[in-house]
């Protein structure tokens, strides 16, 4: 069984860093790519970052680059999202998912699995 469980999430200030995990099971973790999503409260989710497990390629939404970064522990199964200098538009619940494919996906409609959400807020 595919299971995906992010943590990490948590009250901090504007200027704060915050770092999300997504511990992967039930598949081979090098045959798909991972994506993280926000939902901002009363909002549609957007993408945020994915990483292709398969070949390392990443990608970011452009309201995310320079602050955040997506990297991989082979060794525990697990993606990270390292999230600094974090704005107040920046709260939202993150989720992650594994795609349906091995190569960067940014449509929702490529993910088959989703992790519960972690509540980001940043707030001073």
């Known amino acids: 069984e595919v299971q995906l469980q992010a943590s990490g999430g948590g009250l901090v200030q504007p200027g704060g860093s915050l770092r999300l995990s997504c511990a992967a099971s039930?598949?081979?973790?090098?045959?798909?790519?991972i994506g993280w999503f926000r939902q901002p409260p009363g909002k549609d989710g957007k993408g945020v970052s994915c990483?292709?497990?398969?070949?390392?390629?990443?990608y970011y939404a452009d309201s995310v680059k320079g602050r955040f970064v997506i990297s991989r522990d082979y060794a525990k199964s697990t993606v990270h999202l390292q999230m600094n200098s974090l704005k107040p538009e920046d709260t939202a619940t993150y989720y992650c998912?594994?795609?349906?494919?091995?190569?960067?996906?940014?449509?929702?409609?490529?993910?088959?699995?989703w992790g519960q959400g972690t509540l980001v807020t940043v707030s001073s």
């Open positions: 998912a594994r795609a349906a494919v091995r190569s960067i996906a940014t449509n929702r409609d490529n993910y088959a699995y």
């Open positions: 990483l292709s497990l398969n070949d390392g390629g990443t």
């Open positions: 039930g598949f081979t973790f090098d045959d798909y790519a």
